[in-house]
């Protein structure tokens, strides 16, 4: 497997369960966190190391590993999606409940 595989799987494979919560300052601190996931992603794969197929959603090719979060995102996510948009405005609608009663 060559070094760009391995690295694209790494990543893949590391970085697929963080999720997107509209956040704002959080998506700095994710940002960064997938810089320095790239970087040992590179580090590894020079010295021959990577992510084995069939450890959780990596596969034989990074093809394949890009296809399999590709479903994920766009199936799997539906719902997740919601649940999160539900939970995150209830919060504010809370939040904002409480700063009216002060």
Do not use: F, Y
């Given at each position: 497997?060559?070094?760009?595989?391995?690295?694209?799987?790494?990543?893949?494979?590391?970085m697929?369960?963080?999720?997107?919560?509209?956040?704002?300052?959080?998506?700095?601190?994710?940002?960064?966190?997938?810089?320095?996931?790239?970087?040992?992603?590179?580090?590894?794969?020079l010295?021959?190391?990577?992510?084995?197929?069939?450890?959780?959603?990596?596969?034989?090719t990074?093809?394949?590993?890009?296809?399999?979060?590709?479903?994920?995102a766009?199936?799997?996510?539906?719902?997740?999606d919601?649940?999160?948009?539900?939970?995150?405005?209830?919060?504010?609608?809370?939040?904002?409940?409480?700063?009216?009663?002060?």
């Amino acid at each position: 497997m060559n070094q760009r595989e391995m690295v694209i799987k790494d990543i893949t494979g590391t970085m697929a369960r963080i999720l997107c919560d509209g956040a704002k300052l959080g998506c700095a601190l994710k940002l960064s966190t997938a810089a320095g996931i790239a970087i040992k992603s590179a580090w590894l794969a020079l010295s021959g190391a990577s992510i084995p197929s069939g450890d959780g959603l990596v596969c034989s090719t990074a093809d394949e590993t890009i296809q399999m979060i590709r479903k994920l995102a766009s199936i799997g996510m539906i719902d997740t999606d919601k649940e999160m948009c539900k939970l995150v405005i209830g919060r504010e609608n809370e939040s904002k409940h409480q700063h009216s009663l002060k």
